[in-house]
C-alpha cells in the first residue's frame, strides 16, 4: 500500500492501533467514498476494532489517486443513512 510521509510518521505513531492491514480493508470494502474540495477522497468501511473486538467505522482519506493513504482514524461522527 502506497502512503505519505505523514501517514507513516505522524497518523500511525498517534494511532498504534491502526497499520495497513485496516487501511486496505476499508478500501476493498467501501460503505461511502466522497471526494473533498481539496481532491482528496474520503473512504470509509466497517471494520473489526483490535483493541476491544467491536465493529467501528474508519474513515481513511487518500490523496486524488485513491489508492495512497494519507490520514485514517475512526469516526465516531458518520452515520450510514446520511447522504
Known sequence: MK??????EQV????????????????AALIRR??????????????IDTRDGKSRILRVVTLDDGETSHNAFYDRDF???AP
Open 34 to 47: 466522497e471526494a473533498q474540495d481539496d481532491g482528496r477522497i474520503r473512504h470509509w468501511a466497517r471494520i
Open 12 to 27: 500511525l505513531r498517534k494511532r498504534p492501533c491502526l497499520g495497513f492491514t485496516e487501511c486496505v480493508a476499508v478500501l
Open 3 to 8: 502512503h505519505t510521509r505523514y501517514f507513516a
Open 79 to 81: 452515520r450510514e443513512d
